[in-house]
């Protein structure tokens, strides 16, 4: 393929994607495959001879499209949301054609800045204290990690490097072996499964601290555990904060957890993957208090914030402990300007992709005032299908529904709300995916694709409302 083919071959795909975009809808949201259902429509083995583009284009619908989650279809409610829109499309394609690998400055100069830049556009936009914004002069810094995972162990790992540093510096007899033994970090019960994750990957002692009846960490829960753990020789040194948990989007008490953190000198991270891109609203701000006392914060961009993936977002408040935790340089990585900023040392990989452009075609086309309309919408079609909810005496409400996920189900045992949303599923017009509260089986219903609107939820609801009222119907 020369340039010229390129030119018209991209204007095809181009059509192609809006096309598939713009009629999402009209696919079936979740496909009707079984495992290994791929394997046999293509060959056992890569062609010894060059295919013709229109051959492989043509095998998009035959091939790949049968076996599609459509995550932006408008009756996609499952998970969390993906960002998906046109801008960060474009600037996908230049970061594929620019193709650099942005581990250092020297590497790609407008790859590293650019990713500075727009991590300090965006905190500011989210307010975070300037302790977090790299400028000109801060100790702080934002970088765009691949996922929230990833940013939670690299938080981990900082965290551990930084306390088996300063204890060796009181104790030199200590070996380090010894003292991570004694390590102890902990996160919520309802902190995400990639927490504890982390905790497997890092050799790191990981406990579960109990909710409220929100769903919430509080402070006294936080302080009993810390107590009964120094009791017994542990060494406490991290808290992982969710604000906005995957199964019911709850908010541990950050006010209360971060002064108990730093009067104890233990790491918070605070992990807002989905909810963080809400705190762009001044209304949804408060829901950031506490953010002063944190040591890392993360939130995902690529769910709500119309970058699509991945693109997640790490601010910490002193650089130096992550990049004294990660900082490698073997003579061929070296350059002139070694200062200058290498994001490599601040994740797991060397290489980094262009990741920032798609910010910032974002953020200049949509403006701060559109992107917090876009937030906005969502919640307002959370809020109405909480109200249709509630509507219907047959049906409860189990968590507070604060932003765009509501979790809800049948008044009565697990196995009936296990059978509807088997009924749901199977029904394949929209899709939803449980969770657990409380011992309790719970459908939850996340508004997820940018266009979605309130005819959508409508139908949803209707949808559910007829399958929970005749059990012997799945279509």
């Known amino acids: 393929m020369d340039a010229a083919e390129f030119r018209r071959r991209g ?4 059509d192609y ?24 429509l293509i060959p056992e083995e890569a062609p010894e001879e060059a295919e013709s583009y229109e051959d492989v284009f043509k095998d998009i619908e035959r091939v790949i499209m049968p076996g599609v989650t459509h995550w932006h279809s408008p009756y996609f409610y499952a998970y969390f949301p993906t960002a998906n829109s046109f801008p960060a499309m474009l600037a ?23 990713e500075t830049v727009m991590l300090d556009w965006l905190g500011k936009m989210l307010k975070l204290p300037e302790d977090f914004l790299a400028g000109t002069e801060g100790r702080g810094g934002g970088v765009i990690q691949g996922t929230a995972s990833e940013a939670t162990l690299i938080a981990l790992l900082a965290a551990r490097s930084k306390i ?41 002692r990981m406990k579960k601290i109990p909710t409220d009846n929100k769903f919430s960490v509080r402070g006294d829960a936080l302080q009993k555990v810390l107590e009964e753990d120094r009791a017994t020789g542990l060494i406490p040194f991290f808290f992982c904060a969710t604000l906005g948990t995957t199964p019911s ?80 340089e073997p003579l061929y990585l070296k350059h002139d300007h070694q200062e200058s900023g290498n994001h490599s040392h601040w994740q797991i990989p060397l290489g980094r992709r262009f990741r920032s452009l798609k910010i910032w075609f ?45 979790c809800f189900r049948l008044k009565g045992s697990n196995e009936l709300n296990e059978t509807l949303l088997k009924r749901i599923n199977n ?49």
């Open 11 to 14: 204007k095809e795909m181009v």
């Open 17 to 40: 994607v809006a096309d598939y975009l713009e009629n999402i809808e009209k696919r079936q949201v979740y496909p009707d495959v079984e495992p290994g259902y791929l394997r046999s």
């Open 92 to 114: 996908d394609m230049l970061c594929g054609a620019i193709g650099c690998i942005g581990f250092s400055w020297a590497a790609s100069p407008a790859c590293t800045e650019l």
């Open 164 to 204: 088996v540093k300063l204890i060796q510096a009181d104790h030199p007899d200590r070996s380090e072996t010894h003292i991570i033994s004694k390590l102890v970090a902990y996160s919520s019960d309802q902190a995400h499964s990639s927490v504890e994750r982390a905790g497997l990957i890092g050799g790191l």
């Open 249 to 328: 989007c709850a908010f541990d008490c950050v006010t209360e957890l971060g002064p108990i953190c730093n009067a104890e000198k233990i790491w918070m991270h605070i992990d807002a993957a989905y909810a963080g891109s809400a705190f762009i609203c001044p209304e949804f701000r408060p829901l950031l208090n506490g953010i002063e006392f944190a040591d890392s914060f993360n939130f995902n961009p690529h769910k709500w914030l119309l970058v699509n993936f991945d693109c997640s977002a790490m601010w910490v408040k002193n650089r130096s402990d992550i990049i004294g935790a990660f900082k490698m």
């Open 362 to 406: 974002v953020f200049r086309m949509y403006g701060l005032k559109g992107l917090q309309a876009y937030i906005r919408k969502h919640v307002g079609l959370a809020k109405e299908f909480e109200s249709l909810v509630r509507a219907d005496q047959r049906f409860e409400i189990s968590a507070d529904v604060v932003l765009g996920l509501v």
């Open 427 to 475: 029904a394949r017009k929209i899709h939803l995916v449980p969770c657990q509260l409380a011992g309790k089986f719970v459908l939850r219903f996340a508004v997820c694709a940018r266009t979605t609107e309130s005819r959508h939820v409508q139908e949803a609801w209707c949808h559910i409302s007829h399958l929970a009222s005749d059990p012997q119907r799945d279509h």
